[in-house]
């Protein structure tokens, strides 16, 4: 048997096509979508990430733009900066692109953006109302992730899940909106005592846990859905994610490939969020 690639990248370009039409009825209506994403330093990954992000905005009609800082900057120059797009009407979303230098307070950061523009759904009210399974705003990784079992026919309900890695961007909203499916979760790590016993068993597996091939054939379930969420860049210089493709590529019964996999639904779903921010605003949703 040979697993059912999704192809992310593929159902990403059809939903980017789809948000064409909001994005034309919004700016009809005076309510243009505006993300604004703050980059501080010189990250060169932040900065292709940044890129790709407002490229991804401009593409289907929204306003977007960078503000740029020098790694030096003082937290409260940030802190303003976001107070002044909190009260600006134009701007429906504001992002900070993470990792920030070691001076900045992360969580103060995070915290300062508005409930309503924090389109990527890091702000403690946002994650509250998600743990709550009424969400206003969900991390778009995981956004993407749920988006790709809708397009695969993926019935969660009753279903085991096993979700690898416990990070505030992708673990625990990827298990919040599991449970919230019907699914029954188990959240292992890296060092998760006989991990195998968890996986084997999973009818769902994401891995998001930052190891390059962590996840192997042998354990996977036959026919289980396998999503890996991570990339990471080998000694020759090439890409691969959290699981090994090939290894499971004849186990599993779906499996994302990367690159080409989540990637692209990430970014996706941050132009989604920025557009239900816009439609709240519009009346419409």
Do not use: W
Request: charged residues 20%; glycine residues 10%; proline residues 5%.
């Amino acid at each position: 048997m040979t697993a059912q690639i999704i192809d992310g990248k593929a159902l990403a370009e059809e939903l980017r096509q789809s948000f064409k039409s909001r994005v034309d009825t919004l700016t009809a209506q005076g309510q243009q979508p505006g993300l604004v994403v703050i980059l501080v330093g010189e990250d060169a990954a932040s900065q292709v990430y940044v890129k790709s992000k407002v490229n991804g905005c401009l593409a289907i009609g929204m306003h977007s733009e960078k503000i740029t800082y020098d790694a030096a900057v003082d937290q409260e120059t940030v802190l303003k900066k976001i107070a002044e797009l909190n009260a600006d009407p134009a701007i429906h979303g504001i992002l900070v692109q993470l990792p920030l230098p070691k001076h900045f307070d992360e969580e103060k950061v995070l915290e300062a953006i508005a409930a309503d523009k924090d389109v990527d759904g890091f702000h403690a009210e946002n994650v509250g109302a998600l743990a709550q399974g009424n969400p206003r705003f969900i991390p778009c990784t995981p956004y993407g992730v749920m988006k790709m079992f809708e397009k695969g026919g993926v019935d969660l309900n009753g279903k085991e899940a096993v979700v690898i890695g416990r990070s505030n961007i992708v673990g625990k909203p990827m298990a919040l909106l599991l449970i919230n499916a019907g699914a029954t979760v188990t959240v292992c790590n890296s060092r998760t005592r006989d991990l195998k016993f968890h996986t084997s068993r999973a009818d769902i597996v994401v891995a998001a846990v930052g190891k390059p091939k962590f996840v192997t054939g042998d354990m996977i379930k036959p026919g289980a859905v396998v999503i890996d969420v991570g990339i990471n860049r080998l000694p020759d210089g090439k890409l691969c994610g959290d699981v090994d493709f090939a290894d499971c590529l004849n186990v599993a019964g779906q499996i994302t490939p990367v690159p080409g996999g989540v990637g692209p639904m990430t970014i996706t779903m941050l132009l989604a969020n920025t557009i239900e921010a816009a439609e709240r605003k519009a009346g419409i949703r």
